[in-house]
């Protein structure tokens, strides 16, 4: 999975990477015609509530007091999971979160875990480590299972198989499940994945999940999920353990209340979650007999110290950035070479992974219009498009001698002086000869051809407005 599994070994920039995608149709046709039926939903689902932005304020100020306090909130926590018969372990990499999952698989004497869709795990690269170690991980959520069984990559925070249509499912299922479905119909797709799971369920000794949510105060995990999966591997398993990032802390049951409603109408635009599963702890004879918390850093503290990036971290995974971002909607996800892709993967990747030399990690901010759209419809206001910006600064200074750098420090060079800078607009004023017949220039020469690649733009006038002033008022 490469230094850090946030972004995965071998990801071309993403600016290859989308070139490449563009050219799939059938990977477009998927995309439009599944993000622009998600967009719809969740715009009536918000509709609905008179008090939709005084809910979006109203997480962003908890997220951003969880973040203020986070190490209160972190020893709060674990003091009540422990008091409630839990065991909390603390990972500050993903290489120590995934030595204390398999060690906790091994002392259990089993060969196979079940999952239920967390993106911490797919963050550490926890399914390729335990299958290195021996162990089996079986993903129970539909579309992660279409991407396991499809050797594939997840392409969506929600819907991980996004880029695949039910004729490409069936196709993966009748290779790899004994049982093949008789047809493409979503129905008997969904029940040919219940008969090969049923065994599973029934036989795992170990689950693994993530967390949506855990409140400080009782020592609460929350998941949220909408096809009973999960239930299946939160209750039956005799042992659970939960891999959860230390920014998913809500303080109280009150706070919890605020993001069970924003959670479901962004992500699944539903009015609650068909399935809210809420676990403290042990309770004798009801569910698994051991629960293990691992709280998990993997540069979470490093961009808690970054004053415009730390926002990134009052992600609730909704993935509604994802549905309305014109970028990601031609793209697709697996172009950000990154578990978290869209506008979201763009500012939040780069950070945990932490490397902004990185050419792979430092292409990532660059995937965008800035439009802010993704700002417009974020549960918790995430000024995406202002961390973009921060974070291209960053990537700029990290690589000084880049073409960027010089051709920034080229215009500062002449801005500071108005004699060089009336030189640059006189001479700036002969690109209009290259331009067509509508004023735009379409192909300039390198290294204008890396804007005229992908964009046009307006020939300059062939007057300024200093010369303009100087003529008919000076």
Request: net charge positive.
């Amino acid at each position: 999975m490469g230094r850090n599994p946030v972004t995965w070994l071998g990801s071309p920039t993403f600016p290859r990477a989308a070139r490449a995608a563009l050219g799939d149709t059938q990977l477009r046709t998927n995309l439009r015609k599944a993000t622009t039926t998600i967009r719809g939903k969740r715009a009536r689902a918000v509709d609905e509530l008179p008090d939709w932005e005084r809910l979006r304020r109203a997480g962003e100020a908890v997220k951003d007091e969880v973040l203020a306090n986070l190490d209160t909130y972190l020893v709060r926590l674990e003091e009540a999971v422990t008091a409630r018969g839990g065991v909390v372990h603390w990972a500050r990499d993903a290489e120590e979160a995934n030595r204390i999952v398999l060690d906790l698989v091994r002392a259990k004497g089993a060969d196979e875990v079940v999952k239920v869709k967390s993106m911490a795990t797919a963050e550490i690269g926890l399914n390729e480590y335990l299958q290195a170690g021996g162990v089996r991980a079986v993903e129970t959520d539909l579309a992660e299972l279409i991407v396991q069984l499809g050797d594939d990559r997840p392409s969506h925070i929600l819907v991980p198989a996004i880029h695949r249509n039910r004729a490409e499912i069936r196709e993966i299922f009748a290779r790899t499940m004994a049982e093949a479905p008789a047809t493409d119909d979503p129905k008997v797709l969904a029940e040919a994945a219940r008969r090969h799971l049923r065994e599973r369920f029934l036989s795992a000794k170990v689950a693994v999940s993530g967390a949506n949510f855990a409140v400080a105060d009782t020592g609460s995990i929350v998941v949220v999920e909408s096809e009973g999966n999960g239930r299946m591997c939160l209750t039956l398993p005799e042992t659970l353990i939960t891999v959860m990032g230390i920014e998913k802390i809500v303080p109280t049951w009150r706070d919890l209340e605020v993001f069970l409603q924003l959670l479901p109408r962004s992500s699944t635009a539903e009015r609650m979650n068909p399935y809210t599963s809420i676990w403290t702890g042990v309770t004798p004879g009801d569910g698994p007999g051991e629960f293990h918390l691992v709280l998990l850093d993997n540069g979470r503290t490093a961009t808690l110290a970054d004053e415009v990036g730390r926002q990134a971290l009052r992600c609730i995974r909704c993935s509604a950035c994802l549905n309305v971002c014109p970028v990601y909607e031609r793209t697709g996800g697996q172009a950000y070479g990154s578990v978290y892709p869209g506008p979201i993967g763009a500012i939040l990747a780069p950070q945990l992974a932490g490397d902004l030399r990185d050419k792979q990690a430092a292409s990532l901010p660059y995937a965008s219009s800035l439009c802010g759209a993704c700002y417009e419809v974020c549960p918790v206001r995430i000024d995406i498009p202002e961390v973009l910006t921060h974070l291209r600064a960053r990537a700029v200074k990290a690589r000084p001698r880049s073409a960027e750098a010089l051709a920034m420090a080229s215009a500062a060079w002449v801005f500071r002086d108005p004699r060089r800078y009336e030189a640059a607009q006189r001479a700036g004023s002969l690109s209009r000869l290259l331009a067509g017949d509508d004023g735009m220039l379409t192909k300039l020469p390198w290294p204008g051809s890396k804007w005229t690649a992908t964009r046009d733009v307006p020939s300059v006038p062939k007057e300024s407005f200093r010369m303009w002033w100087r003529r008919n008022r000076g």
